[in-house]
């Protein structure tokens, strides 16, 4: 039967946004020109913004991010936090790096140059220029759109924050002024702190990079042309829907390697592009497995790369400050020049890196305020694909003997950790920048692990794929998530979220003490006996030996201040084995057993369920035994591997 026409056309109107623009809903469109001075380490650029209102109220002026103005001075808010250093790398104080907006105006219209203001929402530092406001003379209405043409010059800096130069290395990343988020009537557009990532609406970039010949170009998207030029320059144009930002990087010394990348289930098509300095040549096909299975991962546990291109950069010798960074279909990963095999940095840096492109890339969720929506579930996800693929219990590090699985790696900084912030919480309010990363990072992956282990593979894995599928090319918060995952799991978890990802508690309990008392033969004066002397034993009667018997008492405490049922196995000379639940509410709880044998060991979660407690070396207790000794020499190693982490962006 036909479809009446009317209905037919009915559809059509309402499935019409969703069936031709693309992904995402296309809020900008840039169209960018930039050119390389490979000399002065600066970029001229020319934008030509296309911006819609998707809001329901008038606009009368616009914010932009000038993220490179963190570099300018050192009284930006970006180096107050940071003192001028970021994961161990110092700022050169020869080398600033700064954006400078030469003009903007509007399409065929007014010149909006004289009223550029540098605004500071954040903190109201005069001194720091990342956030510029312009008015408009009249407002941009709900739905419409409008176009601006801005030009730009970006002075590059020595890098030591993700973006910037080192010789002829360039990583060009939160280059151009990019326009806020409208979100909930207000502008979302924060200056750039030391601790935060970024925040912005997907669309369309088209970008011409030119740059001299001699130098190797990669960047965000497909390359649809390129030309050569009469002064010896070439230009690259780089074309990409449904992303939100749009990063470039150039080398001289950079090899290319493209290889095809095909998935049958689900359906993946993407071109790999490796662009390996020559000087780590001999680690490229580390990069290229672990890239491989980064895309495989990805794709099979929460939806299919769309992409048509996934480039991964490795940073020059000395800009080292530039690796293990995310842009959309673009990362940084990182090595140095000699690394063991069994050393596992480059794989772990690819597979986190290439992660982002979903947390981060496809699901927008505002890094600045809700960090954890990205580094949290993709640490979680990075866990589990360094597992499945290197090893549970070596998949950082395997050499000499020592062996680190990505769990230990991850429970190494929540153990002994302080008490100071929640998961979520906005990224520039932490005490620290430890405090930052052990919360969004590590704390935030291994509470996604112990509700994995709570509610089962399974359901974890639907509420991962229900939670990509429904939010991707989409800005999420944390809301958002905690509903997919009751939604899915038909499960109530307010007990759970709201004290892990409020709270800046922890989980921690412990067998607090471990006792077997011998219970002696009754002695002594009990009401309703008779006093009467017991009868001689008889020469020749044997006295039949009573069997021994014990009180056995397992006392299991609650150290931390957030609440999770246990499970608890108590071992018994005997070889008898009693498993035991506890809800976990009180602060303690006793368990008594008269038995005719000893206990010998008791251990709280005993199958490591539970990778959020704290403190595992209070999990366990052998009577008569003190706390078993750390293992020093493997925990030396991990502080080791950690600090050569340390210098990795992530
Ligand atoms: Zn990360």
Redesign the pocket.
Known sequence: MRKSTPVFLAIIIFLGPALFAGLSRQIVTYDLKARLVPDEKKIEGQEVLTWLNDSDMPVSELQFHLYLNAFKNNRTTFMKESGGSHRGFKLDKENWGFITVKNIRIQDGADLTPSMTFIQPDDGNSDDQTVMKVGLPTPVKPREKITLVIEFTSKMPKVFARSGFVGDFFMVGQWFPKIGVFQDGAWNCHQYHSTTEFFADFGVFKVDITAPEKFVVGATGKRIAEKKNADGTKTYTHYQEDVHDFAWTVCPDFIEFKEKYTLDDPRVETEMILLVHRAHIKQKDRYAQALRNGLEFYSKSYGAYPYETITLVDPAPGAMAAGGM?YPTLFTADTITWLPKGVRLPEMVTI?EFG?GYWYGMVGSNEFEEAWLD?GI?TYSEIKAMTKYYGEDRSMLDIGGIKVGSVAYNRISVIGSGRFDPIVKNSWQYISRGSYALNVYSKAGLMLLTLERWLGEDVMSRIMKAYFERWKFRHPTTKDFVQVAEEVSGTDLSWFFNQVLTSPDKLDYAISNLKAVEIEEAEGIFDGQTNEPKKEAKAGDKPKPAPKMYRNEVTVARYGEWIFPQDILIVFENGEKVRQTWDGKDRWTRFIYTKNTKVVSAEVDPEHKIVLDANYANNSRILGLKRPAVVKVALGFMKWFQGLLSFVS?
């Open positions: 995310e986190h982002h580094e993709n992530l």
